[in-house]
Each structure stands twice: as structure tokens, then as C-alpha cells.
């Protein structure tokens, strides 16, 4: 009798191991904890909500971001497939509908993976503090000036560094710049001191790849697939790009310094089923079948509020602060979120990973909202 306890008890604690998945083909799909047809009911409203920009993805940057000044594309841009998603509860696949293993820009959720490989390198002690300033690590004349020199990892991270100066041939001012006179007024302003004032900036998003690619030596794409998406189980298929003119010298040998978007084309080119991995690995703290892929202490700083804004944590993990960004979700609830709208929704308390692709921003609460209610107690 004893053994046959032991027995049941292994057996228990077995089942009570949560699941990752082995390789796309074998991701089990089970449907089981959601009623059906509420699910087919959030499916449908997610694929009625397509986003209405054009499929042809340059023509979409030329009607939106091209008409900036500077605003010329650098990078690779591809056509889009239609409206996707994907739905894994627990590990495992609830819904998929769209083209799930199509590869897609994924604009800004690109920059949670330029965030990542800063991680790894704080990780692995090739930097010691993100509160450090960026300059004692880069010292290729970006943050030697004014109060550029007083930038830290943290001011990058979190997108409060007021950067100056010209990146790649596109000046700091030059992204999402307002219109009419104000434009002149707003580049030659005095910039604020680093962690004072938020900017959504894309420039200084690839500031941050071009430093984490000098604490490396290595290509960042490189560092990624070794050390996050090859042991996550991810698929050959992805690729990561960066501008035509963005190539540096790294001891003798020319590298491409990767975007952080698709801004002016490039970035993070990725199916839905890779970047539902990189959720779940997310949503589970760091953490993939027993090895600790990223630090804890990491994933609690990206999701910590920025001061000066709250619904930010870390490039680009966006908050539920207040219940302000998706009401129907709990406020520990988090996502990695991109143009188009492409977002992978994290809700931790529920083990619940959501991937949308080219769906209007606006939707995400609706679909979310019907999913929760889709699910059973």
C-alpha cells in the first residue's frame, strides 16, 4: 500500500508540472477549459476587427510615418497576412485561427526582445547596474555630451532619456514630431534632464540596440536565438533586421546593428506560434521546463510602472496600471505590444498567453473580454 501511495503521489506531482511545449508540430491543442462557442464568439469579433491599414506594409508606412520629416524607410518591409491569433492557456493551444506560422513584421513588440538581450547581459555581468550611465560601456561618442552623459541603462529602458543627437541618419526630433510650426519649436527645444519626461522614440529604441550590440561584441540576433529562442523552442523561421546604413565595426568585423521596429522598416520579422512561446515564457516569470531562461528580478523591473509613466514598464512591456489599458483584465496583466496592432497579452493569474496580429487597437479589450468569458471556473 505504501508503494502504490508513493506511486499515486509521483503521479500527482507529474500532472501538477505545468506544460511547455516540445516542437510546433507536437504543442498539444486542447480546447477543453473554454466553452466553445464562446470562444467561437471571441474569434469571430477579433476577425471582424481587422485592422483597416493597407496589407502592403510599405504603403502603410508611406501614409503614416513616410510623411514625417526623415521619414524615408531604411529597413525591409513585407506584405501582411489577415487578421490572426493565437490562444494558449496553461501551455496549451485553446485557439488558432489566420495564418499562425506566417512570418510578419511585428514592429514595437521587437522592442521587448532588444529589452531582453540588455537582460542578459546585466544577467551575465556585462553590466553591472542598469542604473549606471550608458557612457562607462559605450564609449563611441553618443553619450559624451551634456546631459546625454548622464544617461543610465534604466533612462533607455524605460524610454525617460531625452536623448540628443542623430542616429542612422535620423535625428531624435525627427520621430513622431508634432506638426505645422510647432516642428522648428520642438527641434531646438531644451531637452529634459534623463527620468524626468517619457518619449515614445524610436530612435532611441535603436540607441539601445547599437549599445547592448557594444556591451555584447556579437549580433544580437546572435545572442537571442542562443540564449532565449532556440531553448524556448522557437522555430528557424524568424529573422531580425536592421537599416540599410546601420553596420558597425566590432573588433575587425562589420555587424549590423539591429532596429528595434519597423518604424522605417525592419525589426523582428516572426509567426504568432514563436511569439506565443515568448509569451508563455513571459507570463511564467523567466522560466522554461525547469531552466531559468531570464532572472525574476529582471521580469519584476520590466513590469515595475515607470514614474513618469505608469503604464510602461520596461521596453516594451506594457502595463495594466489602474486597470487602464485593458479594463476587462486584472492589473497584473501585461503585454509586449506593436503597430498594426500586433500585441502578445500576458495574464499570469489565469497562465493565460493571447497573441493578436493586425487587429484595430482599439478591439484588444473586446476580444479579451470575451475570452475571459469564454473560459470555464
Known amino acids: 500500500m505504501q508503494h502504490l501511495a508513493l506511486l499515486l503521489l509521483a503521479g500527482w506531482a507529474l ?3 505545468p506544460y511547455y511545449p516540445g516542437r510546433h508540430e507536437d504543442w498539444k491543442r486542447d480546447a477543453s477549459g473554454f466553452d466553445k462557442s464562446k470562444l ?8 471582424s476587427h481587422e485592422s483597416k491599414t493597407p496589407r502592403d506594409l510599405k504603403l502603410a508606412h508611406d501614409y503614416s510615418f513616410g510623411r514625417e520629416m526623415y521619414g524615408e524607410a531604411q529597413g525591409p518591409f513585407k506584405p501582411r497576412g489577415p487578421m490572426t491569433g493565437v490562444i494558449v492557456h496553461k501551455g496549451v493551444i485553446a485557439a488558432e485561427w489566420g495564418e499562425p506560422d506566417r512570418v510578419d513584421m511585428t514592429f514595437s513588440v521587437t522592442k521587448s526582445f532588444v529589452s531582453t538581450t540588455v537582460g542578459l547581459a546585466l544577467a551575465d555581468g556585462l553590466i553591472r547596474s542598469i542604473d549606471e550611465p550608458v557612457r562607462k560601456y ?4 553618443e553619450f559624451d555630451k551634456g546631459l546625454n552623459a548622464a544617461i543610465t541603462w534604466d533612462h533607455l529602458l524605460r524610454q525617460t532619456s531625452d536623448w540628443e543627437g542623430t542616429l542612422w541618419g535620423k535625428p531624435d526630433w525627427a520621430d513622431r514630431p508634432p506638426v ?7 527641434r531646438t527645444r531644451n531637452h529634459n534632464a534623463p527620468g524626468t519626461s517619457y518619449k515614445y522614440n524610436d530612435v532611441r529604441v535603436n540607441l539601445l540596440a547599437l549599445a547592448s550590440l557594444q556591451v555584447w561584441r556579437q549580433p544580437l540576433p546572435r545572442i ?3 540564449r532565449v529562442m532556440d531553448p524556448i523552442g522557437a522555430s528557424s523561421t524568424w529573422r531580425w533586421y536592421g537599416y540599410d546604413n546601420a553596420w558597425v565595426n566590432v573588433d575587425g568585423v562589420m555587424v549590423q546593428s539591429v532596429a528595434g521596429g519597423g518604424h522605417w522598416g525592419g525589426g523582428m520579422f516572426i509567426h504568432a506560434l514563436d511569439m506565443a512561446r515568448f509569451g508563455l515564457l513571459t507570463v511564467r516569470n523567466g522560466e522554461w521546463n525547469g531552466k531559468r531562461i531570464l532572472n525574476p528580478e529582471w521580469v519584476r523591473l520590466a513590469t515595475t510602472p515607470t514614474k513618469v509613466q505608469p503604464n510602461y514598464g520596461f521596453m516594451n512591456w506594457y ?5 487602464g489599458q485593458w479594463p476587462s483584465a486584472p492589473e497584473s496583466a501585461f503585454a509586449h505590444v506593436g503597430n498594426g496592432t500586433n500585441i502578445i497579452f500576458c495574464d499570469p493569474s489565469r497562465d493565460l498567453v493571447v497573441v493578436l496580429r493586425w487587429i484595430e487597437g482599439g478591439s484588444v479589450d473586446g476580444v479579451l473580454q470575451r475570452i475571459f468569458g469564454a473560459m470555464k471556473q
Open 15 to 17: 500532472l501538477a508540472q
Open 180 to 186: 505645422g510650426k510647432a516642428v522648428d519649436e520642438y
Open 138 to 141: 559605450v564609449t563611441t561618442g
Open 40 to 47: 467561437a464568439e471571441a474569434i469571430a469579433f477579433a476577425q
Open 224 to 226: 537571442l536565438k542562443q
Open 319 to 323: 502595463l495594466n496600471t489602474g486597470r
